[in-house]
């Protein structure tokens, strides 16, 4: 069983910044493709960003130029790192980690992210 805890959600004014971390309970160099989703009330769940155990990343329209995905194999760790952020982007946002041979799906708790106008 791998698990995820998220970390670094908050209160946060529109224009201001925030970075998320997820920390995975296993080794994630090679294996998983890590993403970051989120999900608003009375919303469907939707793909922020997603990483690759080579570091190529992918991102929504939605946060491009603003968000930035990272990770540190090491320390089995991904973040996301966003900037200019908007009202719009308040929700809860959850890590998650795909095995790329055996496609099973992992999930953080998520974190709250809010931000004011």
């Known amino acids: 069983q791998v698990q995820l805890v998220e970390s670094g959600g908050g209160l946060v004014q529109a224009g201001g910044s925030l970075r998320l971390s997820c920390v995975v309970s296993?080794?994630?160099?090679?294996?998983?493709?890590m993403g970051w989703y989120r999900q608003a009330p009375g919303k469907q769940r939707e793909l922020v960003a997603t990483?690759?155990?080579?570091?190529?990343?992918n991102y929504a329209d939605s946060v491009k130029g603003r968000f930035t995905s990272s990770r540190d194999n090491a320390k089995n760790t991904v973040y996301l790192q966003m900037n200019s952020l908007k009202p719009e982007d308040t929700a809860v946002y959850l890590c998650?980690?795909?095995?790329?041979?055996?496609?099973?799906?992992?999930w953080g708790q998520g974190t709250q992210v809010t931000v004011s106008s």
């Open positions: 998650n980690a795909k095995n790329i041979y055996t496609l099973d799906n992992y």
């Open positions: 990483i690759t155990s080579s570091g190529a990343t």
């Open positions: 296993r080794s994630i160099s090679s294996v998983y493709v």
